[in-house]
């Protein structure tokens, strides 16, 4: 078999843990693929062939192979790109080489310091805003539940959405997506059945009292915060910002909306969820206060440590054409 591009570097002496970037379309394409399973946590992903396509003796063994350890930043056009450490580069059959290297980013490439962070010092950086909000959900349910039915349906703990999560594309049509996941999180998850014994789940349209409804899930929550002593203040921010996903979420639902690349879109997703992080911070704290709990809160989030990726925290002079240290003491 001829050796793989990348495995001649490899054999010519440059350092297995060298970093190599790469345009995100890639790995968007790979992410699409159902032949692999992705699992990520904000700043590393992790891509491997599933045991049904590993185990097709059809399927053409290129195709067949592990990345670890991928992490995302930005090139010096804003443009996303990835890394992958040269070691498992080496380890791609030879053609799977060939069509990485179409790819490779050759301008200024930085890199999400939470993934340089773990990759030189094994160390586990501080939870991304996604993981956070996915922590407060469950600690919600703790503090709401009651005789097993709980206010979510679901945490999300087991299996967390692979839209819930940084933009791998900066456009209108993977924020929309990520939207969509993102309402159904929050609105789409509230359990009606939460409510029954508690609240009257319909409500009278007319003043003649002859007309009537159910009650929407998000009204019903509104009025049972109000119900079990909620500050006024935290129910508004908190029912505001799950209507404002809601209402992200509607304009692409009823408007046919051309996709575009744009910068903005990772702003505007940052912007969101750090709202929604916030509100419910303060809706914890006053859970915590009703019920009379002391809730013994992960260490990160009593000293509100998370990670966001931020632009300017990424493009410093630090980061730029970054290489892990084990590579750079050679």
Known sequence: MIEGHYTQKLTNGECPYELVYFEVDLLRNIIDN????????????????????????????????ILDNVGLGFDENNERIFAVLLKELSELHPEMQKRFSVYEVKKKTYVDPSYIKSMNDGEWPDPSVFSAILYQIEQINNLCSDNEVKLFKSDYKKKPPIEFNILV????????????????????????????????????????????????TITLFKEWLGEIGVSPDTIKKTIKIINKVRSERSKPSHNIRDNEFDIKYIQKQNKIVLEV??????????????????????????????AIQSLDEIKNEDNENYQLKICQSK
């Open 169 to 216: 594309l900066s456009t209108k049509k993977e924020y929309d997506n990520f939207i969509k996941i993102f309402d159904i999180m929050l609105s789409d998850n509230i359990n009606k059945k939460f409510f029954e014994g508690k609240l009257d789940l319909i409500e009278f349209t007319n003043k003649e009292g002859t007309k009537k409804k159910d009650k929407g």
């Open 34 to 65: 159902p032949r692999y399973v992705i699992s990520n946590n904000s700043f590393k992903y992790n891509i491997s062939i599933t045991e049904k396509y590993d185990n097709d003796e059809t399927l053409d063994e290129k195709f067949k192979f």
């Open 277 to 306: 992080y916030n509100t419910f911070r303060l809706l914890i704290d006053e859970l915590s206060r009703i019920n009379q709990i002391k809730v013994k809160h992960s260490k990160w989030y009593v000293e509100n440590r998370i």
